[in-house]
């Protein structure tokens, strides 16, 4: 049997304020539910080639690695032409690393206040320029909205980079859906294809000092790429 190997990355996400910044991830694993393919950017009638879940750290694997097998391509009907690929996860992510947000001032993943949908984790703060290595944490991509006390922290999905389109809170609450362009056009044949996606996740973990230099985090958008190959 032919299996779909995924070079998991992901996803996607915008969060503006004056002193936000973003900074590597050490460790961000995400949780896939469903990968389908699709003939367009709608994705109006997609063809589902995994399904279940499967936790991947991609901050783990270099750019082009095979991620592991989540699925199996066999079958795709002859002749088809795949344009764009949908992806399911869960919102929840566990994230670790540390930014360096201006000056001698980082902020650092802990293992307390973890994020939720209407709340960003808050780090640890360092302002003697040195990081407190950060630890293991649940990052979530909370509801649009302002966060912090100030509300100096906007969390907005609306014009993903990488993304053609994101929808959080969908198909479900805890779960988010994207749309990628494939990086060019696959028509399938009697071999089945595998499924890679390169990503970068120097620019994953977001990072902002509001209210009286507390450490707001979240999850930040890696750069995606994704093609079928035989």
């Given at each position: ?157 609306g014009s993903p980079s990488y993304a053609v389109s994101m929808s959080v809170g969908s198909p ?24 890679k996606v390169s990503f970068d996740v120097s620019a994953a973990l977001g990072a902002g000092i ?21």
């Amino acid at each position: 049997m032919y299996k779909i190997f995924l070079y998991w990355f992901l996803f996607m996400f915008f969060s503006f304020q004056a002193l936000a910044v973003s900074g590597n991830a050490d460790k961000y694993e995400v949780t896939m539910k469903k990968v389908e393919l699709c003939t367009s950017s709608a994705c109006s009638s997609p063809t589902t080639v995994a399904s279940g879940s499967q936790a991947v750290n991609i901050a783990s694997l270099s750019a082009g690695a095979e991620a592991g097998a989540f699925g199996s391509t066999t079958g795709l009907p002859i002749g088809t032409t795949y344009t764009h690929l949908r992806v399911t996860l869960n919102r929840a992510m566990t994230i670790e690393g540390e930014v360096n947000v201006s000056g001698n001032n980082w902020c650092s993943t802990d293992s307390a206040d973890a994020g939720s949908a209407t709340a960003l984790h808050v780090g640890t703060l360092d302002t003697d320029g040195t990081a407190t290595d950060g630890t293991d944490q649940t990052l979530y991509l909370a509801d649009a909205d302002d966060y912090a006390t100030d509300e100096t922290i906007t969390i907005s999905y609306g014009s993903p980079s990488y993304a053609v389109s994101m929808s959080v809170g969908s198909p479900s609450a805890s779960e988010v859906q994207l749309i990628y362009e494939l990086s060019s056009a696959y028509i399938s044949g009697v071999v089945a294809p595998k499924i890679k996606v390169s990503f970068d996740v120097s620019a994953a973990l977001g990072a902002g000092i509001a209210d009286t230099n507390v450490c707001y985090m979240w999850p930040e958008e890696p750069v995606v790429t994704i093609s079928l190959t035989e």
